[in-house]
Each structure stands twice: as C-alpha cells, then as structure tokens.
C-alpha cells in the first residue's frame, strides 16, 4: 500500500468514526451497559434565568411561555437579566415583572452572558437553576420532567431536548433538524452509559450550589458549567421529555455555527478537568464526539488531497466522483433550496465544517464577543 492510499484510508476511517461508528459503537455499549437516573416527581424551588441581548422581538412571548409552565407558582421564579441591551427589552419585561415571580435584572453595560450569570445565579432564590434562551419555548411540562433528575442526589445538572420547529422556513432548517436528532440520540446513549458532557444551551438546569463561576470570555456555558460539574463527582443527566422548542429562523445559520464551532476549540481546556484523576468514559466522549468532530474538515481536506494521486485506479476514480457529486451538491445548496430535502444536507454537512476553521480564526484572534452579539 502506497504512502498515498494509507493517507486516504486513515482519513477516510477518522471522518466514517465521527459520524457513522461512534453511532453504532455508543448504540451496542447503551444497551450492554445502562446506568438509568432515579427520577421521581419532586417540586424543588426553582429560578429559570434568562440572559438576554436585544431581544424585544421574543421576550414577551418567552415570559407568557414560563409563566404557563406546569410548576407551582410559589416554587418557581422568572428571571430576565438585561445584559445592556438597546432595543427596550428591559422596558418590555418591566411591564411583567412584579419583583417576585417574574423579575429584571437590569445591567446598564454589555459584557457578555457568562458575565450577566455570573452576576445573576447569586440573586436568584431557587435552589435550582434552569438556564433557557430568550428565543427558545418550553413545552407545559418541560420543566417539572427536567427537575424530576434532581431525586437523584448523584445528579448536579440535567439537559433538556432541544427541538427545531417550522424548519421548512429556511434552507438550513430540514438538515439542522436531521442533525439535533443526531445529537439527541447521540446524548441519550451516553447518558444511559453514564453522563453527557454538554447540555443544550436552550434547557438545561444546575444545583445552584454547584454553579463554578466560568471565566466571563467563555463562549459555550452550556458546556463549561456542566463539565465542571462532573468534575465535581456529579452526573450530568438528560431528560428527552423535557422538550425547549426553536423555530429554525432564529437559528442564525452560519454565524451561530461558528460560534458552537469556537465554543468547542476553547472546550479542549477542559480536557485537563479530566485528567487529574482521569475519568475514563468522558474522555472517551470527549475525544469522540468534541475533538472528533474538529478534526472531521481537516481529514476531509486530506481525503481529498490523498485522492488526486491515486486517480489512475478505477476505486479511487469512484471515491472522486463521489467526492465531487457531494460538493457540487454543497455548492448548489448554497445557492438555491434543493427538492426532495436529503440533497440540501451536503450544504449543510460543509456549512459546519467550514465553520470550525472560522471558529480557529475568532478564538485565535480572541475576537469572542461575536458569540453573544448575534444581530
């Protein structure tokens, strides 16, 4: 075997790894070896924080969607904190806030989100603090489902589902929820094995106690806070019933992948968490899932290089013309709404992976603010 075809085949192995035989692998090891939560039905006091940037456009309809949750009213508090906004989001939520089930935290400068939940988780009153975006809606029983986690004192946070609705409205929409699915079913196999390693950003809750007061430039809370609560000797939990709702024009296409793909490059800081002592199954999800999925665009260039020198035998000729049919789909996509929808996920398989070598440029040059200055 020449230099050339060793190249393609490693390439090639790591890319059908990441994508296709973690899948696989993660579904044999979920069902030889599950490790189910104790859940029960439980009514902890509770604080939804909400940190919002400019948001006028949703934050009404984001107080009236917590208000209707199936929680008792005296057990859970509504907490909107103003991270300096400019649009009158702070005006729009000052008519709902009463001082007690529904509040403002108003901050006059913008800092960023994990500055404004920094500040914030200390005035909150809940013994359990649920995060969710201002964008995203809670279906009526999302939060007792997520809290029931909690019965088990092994359990320090716990993932809700996040859920794309009305995907047609956009090209990225079909193939974006093709993907969550993915990555639902991909937590629900390593929380079965044990814990997640990242909690989605649209619902997701702590122990207040267990809150580690991330550095501000942090980009990715949702998986900061609950790596370091592992770290700490707890499970991190997912509850698949406990559905956070996104319409998929507020997904934000290509500028929100790139700040997901530069919130995981500043991830493999946390490798070191760990480490010391090592813990041995989130590794391994670490390195499959989080740096796997770095390293996928660079074995794609690299299969792709590794194939020019082989073009004179008939399976490499094919592995081309599979490559190039996949990318002319990618470049089609880009501009024009493919039919029938499988043929819009080549754009959007490249959309993501291009997106990791933005994300190098913005946490290489330190410019992170783009991550909560979305509009």
């Known amino acids: 075997m020449i ?21 696989l692998l ?12 104790k859940k029960s039905a439980c009514e902890p006091a509770v604080s939804l924080l909400v940190a919002a940037y400019n948001e006028a456009h949703v934050i009404e309809a984001k107080i009236r969607n917590a208000l209707a949750l ?39 400068l913008n800092r960023g989100k994990l500055a404004v939940l920094n500040d914030s988780v200390p005035q909150l009153h809940g013994e359990i603090v649920a995060f969710s975006d201002a964008a995203t809606m809670l279906e009526p029983a999302a939060l007792r489902r997520l809290v029931a986690n909690f019965a088990d004192p092994a359990v320090g946070a716990v993932s809700g589902l996040y859920r794309v609705v009305k995907h047609d409205s ?11 699915k993915y990555e639902t079913f991909l937590k629900r196999q390593e929380a079965t094995l044990g814990s997640i390693i990242g909690a989605h950003g649209a619902l997701y809750a702590i122990r207040k106690e267990l809150y580690p007061f991330p550095a501000p430039d942090t980009i990715n809370d949702d998986y ?39 919130g995981n ?9 760990l480490l010391m002592p090592p813990q041995w199954l989130a590794l ?37 013309g599979l490559q190039a049919v996949f990318y002319l789909l990618a470049v089609l996509g880009s501009f024009v709404r493919l039919r029938p929808k499988f043929l819009r996920l080549p754009y959007y398989f490249c959309m993501i992976n291009a997106a990791v070598f933005a994300g190098m440029y913005f946490v290489i040059s330190g410019r992170r603010r783009m991550a909560w200055k979305r509009r």
């Open 3 to 23: 230099p050339a075809e060793i190249l393609f085949w490693t390439f090639a192995g790591v890319v059908f790894y990441v994508y296709g035989g973690y899948f």
């Open 26 to 37: 993660m579904t044999l090891l979920a069902r030889l070896f599950p490790r189910p939560v």
């Open 70 to 108: 199936d929680y008792p009213a005296g057990r859970l508090e509504i907490v909107i904190a103003s991270d300096g906004s400019t649009d009158g989001t702070p005006e729009l939520v000052a008519r709902h806030a009463d001082g007690n089930r529904v509040r403002l935290l108003r901050y006059p």
């Open 170 to 180: 956009v090209n990225i929409g079909p193939p974006e929820d093709v993907y969550w």
């Open 224 to 262: 900061v806070i609950p790596i370091r609560i592992l770290r700490k000797g707890y499970r991190i939990a997912y509850e698949p019933s406990a559905v956070a709702l996104e319409e998929a024009h507020e997904m934000g296409g290509f500028g929100r992948r790139v700040r997901i793909m530069a």
């Open 265 to 273: 490059l500043e991830q493999l800081r946390e490798l070191k968490e």
């Open 284 to 320: 391994f999800f670490f390195l499959s899932h989080k740096t796997g999925r770095l390293a996928a665009p660079l074995c794609l260039i690299g299969m792709a290089a590794a194939t020019a020198p082989l073009l004179g035998r008939p399976l490499y000729q094919f592995a081309a």
